[in-house]
């Protein structure tokens, strides 16, 4: 199963259940937590903890949803049925998220044998999303030298990670490519999940913005060079590098 939430089943828990209605599931999700259910040494917490501290979810009343983690987004359709929420994606991909608790504001869930909380986005329950902003300069440069094929070899790891933690983040990164067309569009490939859509410059060229139906991101241009490129993902400290050679 090659979509965004295969990248969340990265270790293994157990589960309990409950049942929910759907007015309770529609609104924005946020992660929280890894289950206190899961049991895992803190070690293993820290590192999923911080791999899944940008996944969101959004569940509509007209039964839309959209996904968010790594950067990328994934739209389709769900339906509750008892203490599932049935999810099928626009690429035709379905699965299965079990509902394993619920608590007004918080919700844990189950995917294949992960178990994680998430809380209503703009609650108390929710965690403070602290923005942050990297003290950079940003370069222009022009759309020939951007048009191209990057391999990512390097993503800013949150600084709690050991360097243990910090080589298995590379390794699930290992291979995403981000190829930026003359023709406008663009392929960003990440963990074995494909997105594509249409790129363009901002108006002094130093930054990127990559468009998916109507989801965008901006990239900021911190280095340009005819074999690397280094972005700096929105008002994040997320740097990506990339290089022509594979």
Avoid: C
Avoid at 49 to 67: E, R
């Amino acid at each position: 199963m090659k979509n965004l939430l295969s990248i969340l089943i990265l270790f293994y828990f157990t589960s309990t259940a409950y049942s929910q209605t759907a007015n309770d599931i529609v609104g924005n999700w946020q992660f929280s937590a890894i289950a206190e259910s899961a049991k895992l040494d803190d070690s293993k917490k820290a590192t999923v903890s911080s791999l899944l501290q940008g996944l969101t979810f959004n569940f509509t009343s007209d039964n839309k949803f959209t996904a968010s983690i790594l950067g990328i987004a994934e739209n389709g359709t769900w339906l509750l049925k008892d203490k599932n929420i049935e999810l099928q994606n626009d690429k035709g991909s379905g699965y299965t998220i079990e509902i394993l608790d619920y608590k007004k504001d918080l919700i844990t869930l189950k995917l294949k044998s992960m178990q994680f909380v998430m809380a209503r986005a703009g609650s108390q329950a929710a965690l403070p999303v602290a923005p942050t902003t990297k003290a950079v300069g940003y370069v222009s440069a022009t759309k020939a030298q951007v048009s191209r094929k990057w391999f990512l070899t390097s993503k800013t790891a949150p600084g709690n990670l050991t360097q243990k933690q910090k080589d298995a983040l590379g390794e699930l990164l290992s291979g995403s490519y981000m190829q930026l067309k003359v023709n406008g569009s663009y392929t960003v490939e990440i963990s074995g999940i494909t997105e594509t859509g249409t790129w363009k410059q901002t108006e002094n060229n130093t930054a990127i913005i990559t468009r998916k139906g109507t989801d965008s991101k901006l990239w900021h241009i911190v280095k340009i060079a005819p074999t690397q490129l280094v972005l700096v993902l929105g008002n994040t400290d997320e740097e990506w590098t990339f290089s022509t050679e594979e």
